[in-house]
């Protein structure tokens, strides 16, 4: 029996050389035999790594070496594009630098009595990007013709009727008819058809608003006036909130007002302009609401119509900004630049609270009047604008 054993035990050793000649993967032998005799059982393992774990690491290395071919591929491509807004960045600034002494000489020969008959071409106005950042607005023609108002070609125009006088204040007998009501509409319907302050519950508020019950069908709820700049609309974001001036002269309603009659139901808006030359012109948008403070008080407008032309559709669907709540598209402060606050985008097509020039044209580094630029252009501030809404009528 003990001869038996050896000879098993030297057909596993040379079974075991036979593989490590031949090629075959490195083997663990284990031989477990009795210490008493070199006879009875005798077992012995072994553990392989196999090709295909080789195989699937080399296929593992190759995509990798891809995906790292490919990223450096990207790398490249970014640097190229690095260069290219490199390339454009110094072009925008020597475009800048042109400019900047283009507006020097234009403030020197202003400056020069003896270039008095000369033709000076006006300041740059707002907006204050280049046209191609603002976007496709369907009226930048016109709302961005620096051309003045007086060198335009006016035979163009067909004559126009008198426009009727635009609501105003400063009645001779105040008028706060008994109240206070849902709004201006329901006061029309209840007879009350002379225009004046009447008073209006809004939520937990009673508000003194200007009740127009003569124009357009009467039962308009005034919500913004100007004609004479007796008030300073260039302030601050609570005074925007909770209104400013007086219903009976030059006011804002306030954004929160605002809000609260337009969420009572379908609302549009009338707009009435005036230039200097006693020309009047409308804008009527056949849905108006304000959105609430959590959404900045948004503006919401419907199609329009009118003869003044279209200068607030491109500030539809934008948040109120003031010179200390800056929420409009552009990299600056537009309420500051057109010193009031507005719907501004980047920056304006309108804006009927800025600063109310004497006069229509004015001079300003900035495009701040009180302008619709459809109606008489952005360098032209009008004369008397007022911003009515009342109830869609079925």
């Known amino acids: 029996m003990a001869t038996a054993g050896l000879r098993t035990l030297q057909l596993l050793l040379l079974l075991s050389a036979w593989r490590a000649r031949g090629g075959a993967a490195r083997c663990r032998v284990t031989l477990v035999l009795s210490p008493q005799k070199a006879a009875g059982a005798g077992c012995w393992s072994s553990d392989t790594s196999h090709d295909g774990e080789l195989h699937a690491l080399r296929m593992r290395v190759g995509r990798h070496e891809e995906l790292l071919r490919a990223l450096q591929a990207e790398a490249r491509r970014m640097a190229a594009r690095l260069q290219q807004l490199d390339a454009q960045l110094r072009e925008h600034a020597q475009l800048v630098s042109q400019h900047s002494r283009l507006l020097g000489r234009l403030q020197r020969a202003c400056a020069d009595p003896d270039r008095g008959q000369q033709q000076v071409l006006p300041l740059p106005l707002v907006p204050l990007v280049p046209l191609s950042l603002v976007g496709s607005a369907r009226n930048s023609s016109r709302s961005l013709d620096q051309t003045p108002e007086h060198q335009r070609d006016q035979s163009s125009r067909r004559p126009e009727p008198p426009s009727p006088p635009l609501p105003t204040g400063h009645l001779a007998v105040p008028t706060r008819p008994v109240g206070p009501w849902r709004d201006c509409a329901e006061a029309h319907g209840a007879g009350h058809r002379q225009s004046g302050v009447y008073e209006l519950r809004l939520g937990r508020r009673v508000v003194s608003v200007w009740c127009e019950q003569q124009q357009e069908g009467g039962g308009w709820t005034v919500i913004q006036r100007r004609q004479d700049g007796s008030v300073n609309f260039f302030t601050n974001w609570q ?60 503006l919401r407008l419907g199609q329009y119509h009118g003869d003044a032309g279209d200068s607030l559709s491109w500030h539809n669907d934008k948040p109120f900004s003031t010179v200390d709540r800056d929420r409009d598209s552009y990299s600056g402060n537009c309420a500051l630049y057109h010193r009031g606050g507005w719907w501004y985008h980047a920056c304006a097509h309108s804006n009927l609270n800025g600063v109310w020039y004497h006069g229509g044209h004015y001079r300003s580094r900035y495009q701040d009047g009180v302008y619709w630029a459809e109606f008489r252009g952005g360098a032209y501030s009008l004369k008397k604008a007022v911003m009515l809404t009342r109830l869609v009528r079925l």
């Open 239 to 298: 005074h925007y909130k909770a209104g400013f001036g007086r219903p009976d002269g030059e006011y804002w309603l306030g954004l929160e007002p605002m809000h609260q009659v337009t969420s009572r139901g379908d609302h549009e808006l009338l707009i009435l302009l005036e230039d200097w030359g006693g020309r009047g012109a409308r804008a009527h948008y056949d849905s108006f609401s304000v959105e609430p403070e959590s959404d900045h008080y948004r």
